[in-house]
């Protein structure tokens, strides 16, 4: 397989909650020898021009009291749409400050309830993403979306809550592009998970067109 040329962006002084730094490296480590991955911080680095080198964006950015200048959403949909990948790992979610890069996700975050032991169940077993995966259970925030009705996404992991199931995992398609959200991701311990470590991998790999459909 080619080598698999990402972007990994995040921010560091300014994220309130998740900075990049204390999980770069486990997410470089895990997505292994067929990725090969730039980090950088902050949305500057969505323009286009910028983009266009890469097959796959994996998104960590915490930025919930920013929103993406118009340059840069519109840099994020266009490398989508043509048929690059998205990977957004749970605070990278926060990008949803510009509507039009939430509706590319296909979901807004409303809040989380207290950090606590989750179980995790694979609602679409026949998706070429979840091969070989298994349900697991992990300590995790359980983070809450409001998913979009315009934006068709097929769920692929929930979480077990209050007596509820909850989305965890999606894709969709975006013009040629893939767009994959994967929920957990909180803190360092979070991808110490032998179980969501193949999530990731899958995950990337499926959004930068080396699974097929």
Do not use: C
């Amino acid at each position: 397989m080619a080598m698999i040329h990402t972007l990994l962006l995040g921010n560091n002084d300014d994220a309130p909650h998740h900075p990049l730094r204390v999980v770069q490296e486990r997410i470089i480590d895990i997505l292994g020898a067929s990725f090969q991955v730039t980090a950088l911080e902050g949305t500057s680095h969505l323009k286009l021009e910028i983009l266009q080198p890469y097959r796959l964006i994996v998104s960590y950015l915490d930025i919930w009291r920013k929103t993406p200048a118009a340059e840069e959403t519109a840099g994020l949909l266009q490398f989508v749409a043509r048929g690059g990948g998205l990977l957004a790992i749970h605070n990278g979610i926060s990008m949803q400050g510009s509507p039009e890069l939430s509706q590319l996700i296909g979901a807004r975050f409303t809040g989380h309830p207290a950090y606590t032991t989750l179980p995790f169940t694979i609602t679409e077993s026949h998706h070429p993403l979840t091969r070989g995966m298994e349900p697991f259970v992990m300590d995790e925030e359980p983070y809450r979306f409001e998913l979009d009705p315009f934006a068709p996404l097929e769920l692929l992991l929930t979480y077990a809550h209050e007596g509820k199931e909850w989305p965890a995992a999606w894709v969709r398609p975006y013009g040629l592009g893939r767009v994959v959200y994967l929920m957990p991701g909180h803190h360092p311990p979070s991808f110490q998970s032998e179980a969501y470590e193949k999530w990731i991998r899958s995950a990337a790999g499926w959004a930068a067109g080396a699974r097929s459909s």
